[in-house]
């Protein structure tokens, strides 16, 4: 009857398939999967990419505290994932190489951001493997891109000069804003943003808000007053522009910049000093 159902089988894989279930990596899966021990299918499933542990030891119901592989590959562990070394070895070699390429066809980048690393360095693991290759020295970072240590981004003749009119412009204590500095340079706005954008790019400008551009140096002087005041204990934005001089406004948007760095940390109306100071994006 309809209330009966013979079958038999033996389940292989428990999650959920993609899409297209004839993906070449689905059948890989499948066919390490299908090995006759655990050990012999975490091998096989390791070539293909990183391997979620946990997932893992479920499917074979072995203990999540077992040991996590009998092989004799060198691996590496990012909390729960287990990849080759090779693998990993291969992602960072594909970071360096795009960096040095975008280098090497254009000498005003500063480098790489994040979001610009070729699509074959799957995007869950970019931000520890440009963690690691700037704790090893092999990649420096400033303003949210990514080069070689002694890279310096080379600014065009144009930048050079739009530079130098503007810095004394901005060499005060409460820099214009970007309106303004498009009044005094008799640019329009929309031509003054861009002009600022390219700038700010290989660190010859900070970037604070979008109404807003600051000199490096300036910059970095604020930032110690936010530490001095954090010493005393928690501040607020009118004890910050008291101490710094500048405008309310002002004083807001760099406050708000240092959050999003995560130099500082807002609790109600108070802040204190979170992190070490480092400029970037």
Same mark, same amino acid.
């Given at each position: 009857? %309809?209330?009966?159902?013979? *079958? *038999?089988?033996?389940?292989?894989?428990?999650?959920?398939?993609?899409?297209?279930?004839?993906?070449?990596?689905?059948?890989?899966?499948?066919? !390490?999967?299908?090995?006759?021990?655990?050990?012999?299918?975490?091998?096989?499933?390791?070539?293909?990419?990183?391997?979620?542990?946990?997932?893992?030891?479920?499917?074979?119901? %072995? $203990?999540?505290?077992?040991?996590?592989?009998?092989?004799?590959?060198?691996?590496?562990?990012?909390?729960?994932?287990?990849?080759?070394?090779?693998?990993?070895?291969?992602?960072?070699?594909?970071?360096?190489?795009?960096?040095?390429?975008?280098?090497?066809?254009?000498?005003?980048?500063?480098?790489?951001?994040?979001?610009?690393?070729?699509?074959?360095?799957?995007? $869950?693991?970019?931000?520890?493997?440009?963690?690691?290759?700037?704790?090893?020295?092999?990649?420096?970072?400033?303003?949210?891109?990514?080069?070689?240590?002694?890279? !310096?981004?080379?600014?065009?003749?144009?930048?050079?000069? %739009?530079?130098?009119?503007?810095?004394?412009?901005?060499?005060?204590?409460?820099?214009?804003?970007?309106?303004?500095? !498009?009044?005094?340079?008799?640019?329009?706005?929309?031509?003054?943003?861009?002009?600022?954008?390219?700038? !700010?790019?290989?660190?010859?400008?900070?970037?604070?808000?979008?109404?807003?551009?600051?000199?490096?140096?300036?910059?970095?002087?604020?930032?110690?007053?936010?530490?001095?005041?954090?010493?005393?204990? $928690?501040?607020?934005?009118?004890?910050?522009?008291?101490?710094?001089?500048?405008?309310?406004?002002?004083?807001?948007?760099?406050?708000?910049?240092?959050?999003?760095?995560?130099?500082?940390?807002?609790?109600?109306?108070?802040?204190?000093?979170?992190?070490?100071?480092?400029?970037?994006?």
């Amino acid at each position: 009857g %309809l209330d009966r159902t013979l *079958g *038999g089988g033996t389940v292989i894989d428990n999650e959920e398939p993609p899409a297209r279930r004839r993906q070449p990596r689905r059948l890989h899966r499948l066919t !390490a999967l299908a090995a006759t021990d655990s050990a012999s299918a975490f091998v096989a499933l390791l070539a293909d990419g990183p391997v979620h542990w946990k997932k893992f030891a479920a499917l074979w119901g %072995l $203990p999540a505290s077992a040991p996590r592989t009998a092989i004799k590959a060198t691996t590496v562990v990012l909390g729960e994932e287990i990849m080759l070394a090779s693998t990993w070895k291969a992602w960072q070699d594909a970071v360096l190489a795009a960096i040095h390429a975008a280098l090497e066809s254009d000498s005003t980048r500063t480098g790489l951001r994040e979001n610009e690393l070729p699509a074959n360095v799957p995007k $869950p693991y970019r931000a520890e493997i440009l963690r690691q290759l700037v704790s090893a020295k092999r990649l420096a970072q400033t303003g949210g891109a990514y080069h070689p240590p002694r890279h !310096a981004a080379v600014l065009s003749p144009a930048q050079q000069g %739009l530079l130098q009119r503007i810095t004394p412009l901005l060499a005060v204590v409460q820099p214009p804003s970007v309106g303004d500095l !498009a009044k005094a340079l008799g640019r329009a706005q929309s031509q003054m943003a861009r002009e600022l954008e390219s700038l !700010a790019k290989p660190g010859a400008l900070i970037r604070v808000s979008d109404n807003r551009y600051f000199l490096p140096a300036a910059v970095d002087a604020l930032s110690a007053v936010v530490a001095d005041l954090s010493a005393k204990g $928690p501040f607020d934005a009118r004890a910050f522009r008291d101490a710094s001089g500048i405008g309310r406004n002002a004083a807001i948007e760099l406050l708000e910049y240092f959050d999003h760095l995560g130099y500082t940390r807002r609790q109600g109306d108070q802040r204190n000093v979170f992190g070490e100071w480092k400029r970037r994006t």
